[in-house]
């Protein structure tokens, strides 16, 4: 008997419609990658194959300097987000369910859900007035900032493997009268660990691209690897960005690969 059950791959054209957005998609970024190996110093007309933007990318002083601040910025918010989005995941899971839980839920995603610029604009003016009122002017409001915003990126993950655990472990260990604090550490942590490691990536590659809260955010001299990279191509536009563009998106899918192999489902 023929199988019948519905299936979209099935439907007229979907093959056409899946190769044409796999096209758009990836055409762009394969012409990037190829053009930061260009050898002339046009963005778009082809001159032969060369490795010299690679090595003077990072000589450059701009480049590392921004580089670094990234790095660093990227780091402590990924850090101080994947903490909080324990916490939270762990209030939000290992809890009966009460009123409000769903209302917790959306305020912890909130960054996902409002556009990115209406956050910018808040923080702004908020940090604005931090600003004026103390006259600190350092690197911990893009710190604050990236960290706010990452949180639900690190807070997915790491619920969704809590309420994929079994709670029998967890209640084992207390009828072996463990302490709530000894039955986290020697039982729910070491199995949330996969699950931290990839939020804490996310977090990292969401802090790292970020452009529109560093924008708003950042003072004089503070510029990060994207800021940087949108400041030159307003100016003028290099093979020199290409280059930096394709190192940003190796270090990406180096780490999005890294985050499914933690994360995906073991037979």
């Not at 998609?25 to 060369?50: D, K, M, R």
């Not at 290992?94 to 209302?103: E, V």
């Not at 990452?150 to 084992?172: H, K, N, Q, S, V």
Request: aromatic share 12%; net charge positive; glycine share 6%.
């Amino acid at each position: 008997m023929a199988d019948r059950s519905f299936s979209v791959s099935r439907l007229p054209g979907f093959a056409t419609l899946a190769v044409a957005v796999f096209v758009m998609l990836y055409l762009p970024i394969g012409l990037l990658v190829l053009f930061s190996f260009n050898a002339g110093p046009s963005p778009a007309i082809w001159e032969g194959f060369s490795l010299q933007w690679y090595p003077q990318a990072w000589e450059n002083e701009q480049v590392k300097d921004a580089t670094l601040r990234s790095l660093h910025i990227a780091t402590v918010a990924a850090l101080i987000s994947t903490s909080v989005a324990v916490m939270a995941a762990l209030g939000t899971t290992r809890r009966k369910r009460t009123g409000g839980q769903t209302f917790v839920y959306v305020m912890i995603n909130q960054p996902l859900m409002v556009p990115e610029i209406v956050t910018a604009v808040a923080l702004l003016i908020m940090f604005g007035f931090i600003k004026v009122s103390t006259g600190y002017q350092g690197l911990w409001y893009l710190i604050i900032a990236h960290s706010a915003f990452c949180i639900p990126f690190a807070y997915l993950p790491i619920r969704a493997r809590l309420e994929g655990m079994d709670l029998a472990l967890e209640t084992a260990a207390s009828d072996l009268y463990a302490t709530p604090w000894q039955a986290f550490r020697y039982v729910t942590m070491p199995l949330l660990m996969p699950a931290i490691i990839a939020g804490f990536m996310l977090a990292f590659i969401t802090s790292l691209d970020d452009v529109i809260i560093s924008l708003f955010v950042k003072s004089a001299g503070q510029d990060t690897l994207p800021t940087y990279m949108l400041g030159q191509i307003r100016r003028n536009m290099t093979v020199e960005v290409n280059a930096i563009s394709t190192m940003l998106l190796g270090l990406t899918v180096v780490l999005l690969t890294a985050f499914f192999l933690l994360t995906r489902k073991k037979d």
